[in-house]
């Protein structure tokens, strides 16, 4: 695929913003207000990450201000300007003018004066508001993951090339990469802790999402939109949702990614089996390969009664490592990180801020399109029940949701995610599902 960055050409080593390594880019504009160290954003999305985000930027240290919001409903978008009124007061100046509703209310913020720019819209709106930021010329920060299928991937690869040549911040929602405890534990593996890398396994095990009633004014956009982790072409399922942190740690920590997977998955409890309020899968076991034939085995499961566990470990030719406890038992001896271990979400916006302080940038959207690539390689494997090659799904994946720049709250939502006659929704089989489609 021309002009997009290979499986291969992966640094080894992480986004180093909390390390300060690697910040060396000086921004060709300023990176707040002429004459002022005021970073102004805007909020793009104003659900629990959007509110999360923007709470973690007044408290990174930073001369902040909130000065626009949108959403595609007008009462989160108005709870969300409430709520932060009332906890930072003066760092919050969203007047009626500045507050943005719809599906495209996106493209009416980027017309703001803002600095930065929070994309924390389910997945599959990501990419045409990505690319509009960019091209806007907005520093960004976008929650992960970055898309639900390899359309919307491939669209953000070249935007991130383009932010590139804009010399534009962007920050992905990743924070593992921003946490002094998986420095120094993913440093130590590269520098041969426990020798080669031949096998890794991560876990997103947990008991259940959210769920919101339809009410009877709500279109069916509008009733997905509102449940969007319970739609493939939204969310991307569990797998892409939630199970990218540990896949993303996977790949991190071996330096490449897979070129193939196989996979399985179905649906045992979601919604106590009902197929008219939910499509997507509640657990998933994948065995990706990598080019020198070690492997990365995942599970991402929501089952309540089962196992929970979050976690990632590495097995060597000279040790083993809990990479997500920031322990290693190798032949040099054990170690285990004695530092202050920190919390992601709060270190992602304290280095992002600092950096845009300082004139500095770091782009992790080149990791960020790629590992969402490695989780939606993965669901296509389980759905399927095939072995998926990289290569090909990434140039020839079906697309989840066609024309969706047009779509407004009216539209009716993509044909793989409207409901029969039954008011079921189409649910993947494996062994019938195409994902080249």
Same mark, same amino acid.
């Given at each position: 695929?021309?002009?997009?960055?290979?499986?291969?050409?992966?640094?080894?080593?992480?986004?180093?913003?909390?390390?300060?390594?690697?910040?060396?880019? +000086?921004?060709?504009?300023?990176?707040?207000?002429?004459?002022?160290?005021?970073?102004?954003?805007?909020?793009?999305?104003?659900?629990?990450?959007?509110?999360?985000?923007?709470?973690?930027?007044?408290?990174?240290?930073?001369? +902040?201000?909130?000065?626009?919001?949108?959403?595609?409903?007008?009462?989160?978008?108005?709870? +969300?300007?409430?709520?932060?009124?009332?906890?930072?007061?003066?760092?919050?100046?969203?007047?009626?003018?500045?507050?943005?509703?719809?599906?495209?209310?996106?493209?009416?913020?980027?017309?703001?004066?803002?600095?930065?720019?929070?994309?924390?819209?389910?997945?599959?709106? %990501?990419?045409?508001?990505?690319?509009?930021?960019?091209?806007?010329?907005?520093?960004?920060?976008?929650?992960? &993951?970055?898309?639900?299928?390899?359309?919307?991937?491939?669209?953000?690869?070249?935007?991130?090339? !383009?932010?590139? %040549?804009?010399?534009?911040?962007?920050?992905?929602?990743?924070?593992?990469?921003?946490?002094?405890?998986?420095?120094?534990?993913?440093?130590?593996?590269?520098?041969?802790?426990?020798?080669?890398?031949?096998?890794?396994?991560?876990?997103?095990?947990?008991?259940?999402?959210?769920?919101?009633?339809?009410?009877?004014?709500? @279109?069916?956009?509008?009733?997905?939109?509102?449940?969007?982790?319970?739609?493939? =072409?939204?969310?991307?399922?569990?797998?892409?949702?939630?199970?990218?942190?540990?896949?993303?740690?996977?790949? =991190?920590?071996?330096?490449?990614?897979?070129? !193939?997977?196989?996979?399985?998955?179905?649906?045992?409890?979601?919604?106590?089996?009902?197929?008219?309020?939910?499509?997507?899968?509640?657990? @998933?076991?994948?065995?990706?390969?990598?080019?020198?034939?070690?492997?990365?085995?995942?599970?991402?499961?929501?089952?309540?009664?089962?196992? @929970?566990?979050?976690?990632?470990?590495?097995?060597?030719?000279?040790?083993?490592?809990?990479?997500?406890?920031?322990?290693?038992?190798?032949?040099?001896?054990? =170690?285990?990180?004695?530092? !202050?271990?920190?919390?992601?979400?709060?270190?992602?916006?304290?280095?992002?801020?600092?950096?845009?302080?300082?004139?500095?940038?770091?782009?992790?959207?080149?990791?960020?399109?790629?590992?969402?690539?490695?989780?939606?390689?993965?669901?296509?494997?389980?759905?399927?029940?095939?072995?998926?090659?990289?290569?090909?799904?990434?140039?020839?994946?079906?697309?989840?949701?066609?024309?969706?720049?047009?779509?407004?709250?009216?539209?009716?939502?993509? !044909?793989?995610?409207?409901?029969?006659?039954?008011?079921?929704?189409?649910? &993947?089989?494996?062994?019938?599902?195409?994902?080249?489609?």
């Amino acid at each position: 695929m021309e002009n997009h960055p290979s499986r291969r050409n992966f640094l080894k080593t992480s986004t180093a913003a909390a390390a300060g390594a690697t910040l060396t880019s +000086t921004i060709a504009r300023t990176a707040h207000a002429q004459g002022s160290d005021e970073i102004k954003f805007a909020l793009i999305g104003c659900g629990g990450r959007g509110n999360g985000a923007s709470v973690n930027i007044f408290k990174s240290g930073g001369n +902040t201000k909130l000065v626009a919001v949108a959403d595609a409903f007008d009462g989160k978008a108005s709870a +969300t300007i409430n709520s932060l009124s009332k906890r930072y007061k003066d760092k919050v100046d969203v007047p009626a003018d500045r507050k943005f509703v719809g599906l495209d209310a996106y493209k009416k913020l980027l017309e703001v004066d803002a600095d930065l720019v929070i994309i924390a819209t389910p997945p599959g709106f %990501k990419p045409q508001q990505f690319e509009a930021a960019v091209k806007a010329g907005k520093h960004i920060f976008m929650e992960k &993951p970055v898309a639900s299928d390899a359309t919307g991937v491939r669209r953000v690869l070249a935007s991130v090339e !383009e932010s590139k %040549k804009k010399n534009l911040m962007v920050g992905i929602g990743l924070q593992r990469r921003h946490e002094a405890q998986y420095l120094e534990t993913i440093g130590r593996i590269h520098d041969g802790a426990i020798g080669d890398v031949i096998a890794t396994r991560v876990y997103w095990n947990g008991g259940g999402i959210w769920y919101r009633n339809r009410t009877e004014e709500q @279109t069916e956009m509008a009733f997905q939109c509102n449940n969007w982790y319970h739609f493939n =072409w939204l969310s991307g399922d569990q797998i892409c949702e939630q199970h990218i942190h540990n896949l993303d740690v996977g790949c =991190w920590l071996k330096g490449e990614y897979p070129v !193939e997977c196989n996979g399985m998955g179905g649906r045992e409890q979601r919604m106590d089996g009902d197929p008219t309020k939910s499509q997507i899968f509640d657990h @998933t076991f994948c065995e990706y390969t990598f080019a020198d034939g070690t492997k990365m085995f995942s599970q991402g499961r929501h089952l309540k009664g089962s196992w @929970t566990h979050v976690a990632e470990y590495a097995h060597g030719t000279k040790g083993t490592a809990d990479v997500s406890g920031s322990q290693i038992s190798g032949e040099g001896g054990d =170690w285990k990180f004695s530092g !202050e271990r920190q919390q992601g979400h709060q270190q992602e916006q304290n280095d992002l801020i600092a950096a845009l302080g300082r004139g500095e940038i770091y782009n992790e959207g080149e990791y960020g399109a790629l590992s969402t690539f490695t989780a939606i390689l993965g669901r296509e494997a389980c759905y399927s029940g095939k072995v998926i090659k990289w290569d090909d799904l990434l140039n020839k994946g079906r697309e989840l949701a066609p024309g969706i720049d047009d779509y407004t709250i009216d539209t009716p939502p993509p !044909e793989s995610a409207l409901p029969g006659p039954d008011g079921k929704y189409p649910i &993947p089989v494996p062994g019938q599902y195409d994902p080249f489609a």
